[in-house]
């Protein structure tokens, strides 16, 4: 089994910064794809941030130069930097990742998210 642990969420002000993190433990082989998406009240999750295992990346238009995705592959953990915080951001931030076992069998899995609020 694998665990997506994220942390550094919480109540910022807009304008403000948040640094998220997300570690993966367990069955890991290697780890693909790793990415941030966000759910606001009553809308659907949508993707934020990716990042491929050679470290290229994509986002959301909304918060292209803003955010910036990173990841540690020696810690296998995931990074959202979060700057210039608009109240449009509020929402659960969850972590994705594409998990190769030692079987080599691959599957994406989810962290159980972490709640970013930003105060107008």
């Known amino acids: 089994q694998v665990q997506l642990v994220e942390s550094g969420g919480g109540l910022v002000q807009t304008g403000g910064s948040l640094r998220l993190s997300c570690a993966a433990s367990?069955?890991?082989?290697?780890?693909?794809?790793m990415g941030w998406y966000r759910q606001a009240p009553g809308n659907k999750r949508e993707l934020v941030a990716g990042?491929?295992?050679?470290?290229?990346?994509n986002y959301a238009d909304s918060v292209k130069g803003r955010f910036t995705i990173s990841r540690d592959n020696a810690k296998n953990t995931v990074y959202l930097q979060m700057n210039s915080l608009k109240p449009e951001d509020t929402g659960v931030y969850y972590c994705?990742?594409?998990?190769?076992?030692?079987?080599?069998?691959?599957?994406?899995?989810w962290g159980k998210g972490t709640l970013v609020t930003v105060s107008s």
């Open positions: 994705n990742a594409r998990v190769v076992d030692p079987s080599r069998y691959g599957r994406d899995y």
């Open positions: 367990g069955s890991i082989f290697s780890l693909n794809d």
């Open positions: 990042i491929t295992s050679g470290g290229s990346t």
